[in-house]
C-alpha cells in the first residue's frame, strides 16, 4: 500500500501471547502509518481482543514488542501509555457513574493537565469551557449537567469518545465501539468518530464485529485468525480475499460431507 | 513434649466449635453475599438456648437424653428463628449496598444482646458436663478430657457432611451454583427467595451447634458473641470469603496458634491472631483457599454529588451558629455532651472521605481514632508537650498509622481490605492494651486535660466546635478537589481512571492517609475532653459505631454522617442514661432505619428537596 511509506506511529513486531497451553497470538506484525483508521477483524476466538489488549498494555506479550513512535511501550501501564498520547474506549462505555456529563470531561482534563494531585481548588470549576467545548464536539452540549448514569447507551458511548479526546490523543484505540448499540447510532458514532480523526489527524485502531462499520469506515483492514494475520489491506482487498471469505462463511466442505449422512 | 500433644489437642477441640460457626458465615457469605454480623449473636444463643432447653427437658428426660437432645434441638430453634429473621428484614436488603445489610446485622446483635441480658441476667452461666463423657483420658500420661476429644471428631464429621451435601444433592449444586453466579441461577428459574432463607438458616443453625456444644466446656456470657464473631472473621478471611475447606484449615490455624500462643508469646497472645491475618491477606489477597471476589460496592455511584444550594447553606450557616450559641442555653454537663457529640462527627466525616468518596471500607477507622488519643496522651503524659502540640501530635501518630496500614493494603479491596483495617485495629488495641507502663496498659493514661484558658467546658466546647466546623469544611474541600475527584474516580471505574491515567494505589493510600489524619484529630480532642485514654478508643466497638453513624445518614454525601453521628451519638448517649435496655432499642432503630431508608437519613432530605435533575446548573459549585 502506498500509505505504508510515511513512518508508522504504532507498530506491533512480532506479538507472541499464550495463555496456558493455547497460543493466543502467535508472532504478529503490524504497522499503522499515521492518521490511518485501521479495523481489527476476525471470527470469534482469533486473537483480535488478545491483540487489542496488548497494544493497550492491559495484557504484556511473552515476547515481541509494540511501539508508539518508535518508542517500546513494553511493560508499561496503561496509564503512562495514555499519557504518551494513546486514548481508549471500551466494548462497555466505562464512564464515572457519581459525576455528571460535564464533570467526566473536566476529571478527564484534570488529569490531562497533570493536576489530579491538587488538593486546594474546586475541581468542577476546572476546565469548564473546554469541557464544554469537547461535548458540543460529540453532540452533547445540552447534556452537561445530566448525571452519566441516566444517559441513553449511545450517549454514553459519544461521552466516552469525548473523554477519550481529552488529552489530544494522536493515537485512539476503540474496542468494538459500536457494539451493544441501535442500527441508527452505530452510523453516527462512528461517522462522528471518523470525522474527528481525520480532522485531527488521529491514528484510530478499532476492532469491530459489524462488517457494514468495518467496509464504511475504515481504510484498512487486518482480518487476524489462528493468532497471526490472515489478510491485511484496503477494504475491497480484503472483501475479495479467498481466505477471509472461507474463514468467515465457510466454504461449505463440513455441509457437503455431512450431507450423505443426514440423509440416512 | 506429652505436654505439648495435649496443648495441640486443646487447640483442635477448639478448631471444631469455630469451624462450625465460620463454616456458616462463609456458606451464608457465598450465597447471599452478607456479611452477617449477627453470626456471634446466634451462636451465643445457642449455648444460652441449649442451657435452658437442657433444664427444661432435664426433668422429663434424664441427663443423658436431655443433654444431647437439647443440643441439636436447639440448633434448629435458633435456625428458625434466622429464618424468619432472614424472610422480614434481610430480606428487603437484597439490593441495597453491601454495608447496609452489615448495618442490620449489626442492630440484631445490639438486639440479640440485650434480650440475652434480659431473659438470662449479666452473669456468667456454667452448662452441665456432658452426660456419658465427662471423664478424661490419659495421654501420654496427661489428662485429657473425654468430651473434648469428642469434639476432635466433629469439626471433621461436620466438613464431611457439608462436603457431602455440596457435591452430591441438588441442594447444594444450587448453592455452588449461586455461589459462583446468582443472577445466572436466577435466570434459570430457581427460586432464590427459598434458597437464600435455607442457607442463611442452615448457616445459622451451625453456629447455633457451635454455640452449644461450648456448653460443657466454658462459662457463657453475653460478651461471647462479640468474642467469638471477630475470630470468625479472621478465620473466615484467612480461609478465603466462601470456601468451607478453607474454613477449616483456617480454623485450625487459628486454634492451634491460640493454644501455643499463650505458651510462647504470652505478651502479644492478642496481636497473633491478627497479625497472622495479615500476614495471609498480603501474600494471598483472597485467603487461603478463596477465589478473588468482584470488588465491594460501598456506594452504589449513580448520583452526582451537588455543591450545596443557598437554601442548604444558609440553613448549615444556622445550624453552625446556633451550636455556636450552646454555651448560652446549655448547662456544663450538656455541653461536654455536645463536644462528645462533635467530636464524633468529625470522626463520622473522616470515614466518609474513606468510604464514600473513596469507596475504601474500613471496620477498624477506631485505629486511627485510637492513635491519635494516643498521640496527644503520651505527648502530654511523657513530653509535658501543650495542648496545642499534643493536639497536632495525635494526628501525626494517626497519619504514620495510616501511611503504615495504606502500603499493606494496596492490593486488597472490598471485604478484605475491611478485615485488613480490623486486623490493624486489633493489633493496635493489644499494643496499647499489652503496652505495660508506656501506655498505660489497660489503665489507659489519666490526667490529659486541657490547659487553663480551654478548661471549662464553655471554652473546650468552643474549640471542638471551631475545630471540627473547620476540619469539616476541610473534608468537603477535598472531597471536591481535583484529588477528591480523581479518588472518586477510581472508585466508580478503575478501569476508566488507568485509561486517563489516574493512579489507583496512590490516590487510594493518599485518601487513606487524609482520612487517618481527621480521625486522628478526632482522637486527640477526645482525649482532652475525657481527661484520659484507654485503649477502648481503639476497640472493635467504636469502629463499628463509626460505620453505623455512616451507613445511618447515608454514604453519598458528607452531611449524611454528621447527621448520622449526631443522631447515633445523641440517641446511644441518652438512651444510655435513661433506659437499661439501651441496646434493644438502639438495634430496633437501626434495623427499622436500614429496611426503610437504604439511603440513609440524608435520603430523607434528598427527597424533600428533591431538585429537578434537567435544571441547567448555573451555579458556581462553591462551598
Known amino acids: ?264 | 513434649m506429652d505436654f505439648l500433644l495435649v496443648q495441640a489437642l486443646n487447640g483442635l477441640a477448639s478448631a471444631s466449635s469455630l469451624f462450625l460457626v465460620a463454616s456458616g458465615l462463609s456458606l451464608i457469605f457465598g450465597v447471599t453475599r452478607i456479611v452477617n454480623f449477627a453470626h456471634g449473636a446466634f451462636y451465643m444463643l445457642g449455648a444460652y438456648g441449649a442451657y435452658s432447653l437442657y433444664r427444661l427437658l432435664l426433668p422429663l428426660l434424664g441427663t443423658g437424653w436431655g443433654f444431647w437432645l437439647a443440643l441439636p434441638l436447639t440448633a434448629l430453634a435458633v435456625a428458625a428463628v434466622a429464618a424468619l429473621v432472614e424472610i422480614l428484614i434481610l430480606r428487603r436488603l437484597y439490593d441495597a449496598p453491601e454495608l447496609l445489610q452489615l448495618l442490620a446485622t449489626f442492630g440484631l446483635t445490639l438486639i440479640t444482646e440485650d434480650l440475652v441480658l434480659m431473659v438470662w441476667g449479666a452473669e456468667d452461666l456454667l452448662g452441665p458436663r456432658a452426660p456419658g463423657l465427662k471423664g478424661a483420658v490419659s495421654i501420654l500420661g496427661q489428662k485429657f478430657p473425654l468430651y473434648d476429644l469428642a469434639l476432635l471428631a466433629v469439626g471433621p464429621v461436620v466438613w464431611l457432611a457439608l462436603r457431602w451435601w455440596l457435591t452430591r444433592t441438588r441442594w447444594g449444586l444450587l448453592v455452588r451454583a449461586a455461589t459462583q453466579d446468582r443472577a445466572m441461577v436466577a435466570a434459570l428459574g430457581v427460586n432464590q427467595a427459598w434458597l437464600f432463607t435455607g442457607v442463611f438458616a442452615l448457616g445459622v443453625f451451625l453456629a447455633a451447634l457451635g454455640g452449644a456444644i461450648q456448653l460443657p466446656r466454658d462459662a457463657i456470657h453475653h460478651g461471647m458473641g462479640l468474642q467469638v464473631i471477630v475470630a470468625v472473621f479472621v478465620v473466615v478471611v484467612i480461609g478465603g470469603l466462601g470456601s468451607i475447606s478453607g474454613a477449616l484449615l483456617a480454623s485450625v490455624l487459628i486454634a492451634e496458634l491460640n493454644a501455643f500462643g499463650i505458651l510462647l508469646f504470652p505478651r502479644i497472645t492478642l496481636v497473633l491472631m491478627f497479625l497472622v491475618m495479615a500476614a495471609v491477606l498480603i501474600v494471598r489477597p483472597s485467603g487461603l483457599l478463596g477465589k478473588p471476589q468482584a470488588p465491594a460496592q460501598a456506594v452504589s455511584p449513580s448520583r452526582p454529588w451537588q455543591p450545596w444550594q443557598p437554601p442548604v447553606r444558609w440553613l448549615l450557616l444556622a445550624a453552625v451558629g446556633l451550636a455556636a450559641s450552646a454555651p448560652l442555653w446549655l448547662g456544663d454537663y450538656r455541653l461536654s455532651v455536645a463536644s462528645e457529640i462533635l467530636i464524633f462527627m468529625l470522626f463520622a466525616a473522616s470515614l466518609h472521605l474513606m468510604m464514600g468518596v473513596g469507596g475504601l471500607i474500613s471496620f477498624g477507622h477506631a485505629a486511627f481514632f485510637g492513635l491519635g488519643a494516643y498521640g496527644a496522651a503520651l505527648s502530654v503524659h511523657w513530653l509535658q508537650a501543650p495542648m496545642g502540640l499534643a493536639l497536632l501530635n495525635g494526628p501525626l501518630l494517626a497519619i504514620a498509622g495510616a501511611i503504615l496500614l495504606g502500603g499493606f493494603c494496596l492490593r486488597l479491596s472490598g471485604v478484605y481490605l475491611a478485615m485488613l483495617t480490623l486486623a490493624f485495629a486489633q493489633i493496635v488495641w493489644s499494643v496499647l492494651f499489652q503496652g505495660g507502663e508506656w501506655s498505660g496498659g489497660d489503665n489507659g493514661l489519666l490526667g490529659i486535660w486541657p490547659q487553663a484558658w480551654a478548661a471549662s467546658p464553655a471554652a473546650f466546647y468552643g474549640l471542638t466546635l471551631a475545630v471540627v466546623v473547620l476540619a469539616i469544611l476541610l473534608i468537603r474541600r477535598l472531597s471536591l478537589s481535583p484529588f477528591g475527584y480523581a479518588v472518586r474516580g477510581c472508585r466508580d471505574n478503575p478501569l476508566r481512571a488507568e485509561a486517563i491515567g489516574l493512579p489507583r494505589g496512590p490516590l487510594h493510600w493518599a485518601c487513606m492517609v487524609f482520612a487517618g489524619a481527621f480521625a486522628g484529630l478526632a482522637g486527640a480532642l477526645y482525649a482532652f475532653l475525657k481527661g484520659s485514654v484507654f485503649p477502648d478508643s481503639v476497640a472493635i466497638p467504636l469502629s463499628v459505631d463509626g460505620l453505623v453513624m455512616v451507613m445511618l445518614g447515608g454514604v453519598q454525601s458528607l452531611t449524611g454522617p454528621v447527621l448520622g453521628a449526631l443522631v447515633y451519638k445523641g440517641l446511644s448517649m441518652s438512651l444510655i442514661s435513661a433506659v437499661e435496655y439501651w441496646r434493644l432499642i438502639l438495634g430496633g432503630l437501626i434495623v427499622v432505619l436500614a429496611t426503610a431508608l437504604p439511603q440513609g437519613l440524608s435520603g430523607v432530605i434528598d427527597l424533600v428537596r428533591r431538585a429537578p435533575p434537567t435544571g441547567p446548573s448555573t451555579e458556581e459549585p462553591r462551598p
Open chain 1, 1 to 264: 500500500m502506498s500509505c505504508s511509506l510515511l513512518p508508522p506511529v504504532l507498530e506491533a513486531r512480532a506479538l507472541r501471547k499464550s495463555y496456558g497451553g493455547v497460543v493466543a497470538v502467535a508472532g504478529l506484525s503490524l504497522s499503522v502509518p499515521r492518521g490511518q483508521i485501521l479495523a481489527l477483524i476476525g471470527p470469534n476466538g482469533a486473537g483480535k481482543s488478545t491483540t487489542f489488549n496488548l497494544l493497550t498494555g492491559h495484557l504484556s506479550p511473552d515476547s515481541g514488542d509494540v511501539l508508539l513512535n518508535g518508542q517500546s511501550l513494553a511493560g508499561l501501564p496503561p496509564r503512562r501509555i495514555w499519557r504518551m498520547g494513546v486514548g481508549r474506549t471500551f466494548q462497555v462505555a466505562a464512564t464515572f457513574g457519581s459525576m455528571t456529563v460535564l464533570e467526566n470531561i473536566q476529571m478527564g482534563l484534570i488529569s490531562a493537565h497533570n493536576r489530579y494531585r491538587a488538593l486546594w481548588p474546586w475541581a468542577g470549576a476546572l476546565y469548564r469551557d473546554q469541557a464544554m467545548a469537547l461535548l458540543d464536539l460529540v453532540g452533547l452540549g445540552p447534556l452537561g449537567p445530566l448525571p452519566c448514569a441516566t444517559l441513553a447507551y449511545g450517549d454514553v458511548k459519544r461521552l466516552e469518545l469525548a473523554l477519550a479526546l481529552v488529552n489530544d490523543p494522536h493515537v485512539l484505540l476503540m474496542d468494538e465501539p459500536t457494539a451493544g448499540m441501535a442500527l441508527a447510532e452505530r452510523e453516527s458514532v462512528m461517522e462522528l468518530t471518523v470525522t474527528l480523526a481525520r480532522q485531527r489527524t488521529i491514528t484510530v485502531v478499532f476492532t469491530e464485529h459489524d462488517m457494514d462499520v468495518v467496509f464504511r469506515h475504515a481504510d484498512r483492514v487486518a482480518v487476524i485468525n489462528r493468532g497471526t494475520l490472515l489478510a491485511d489491506g484496503t477494504p475491497d482487498e480484503v472483501q475479495q480475499n479467498e481466505q477471509v471469505r472461507d474463514v468467515y462463511l465457510g466454504r461449505g466442505a463440513t455441509y457437503r460431507k455431512q450431507a450423505p449422512d443426514a440423509e440416512r
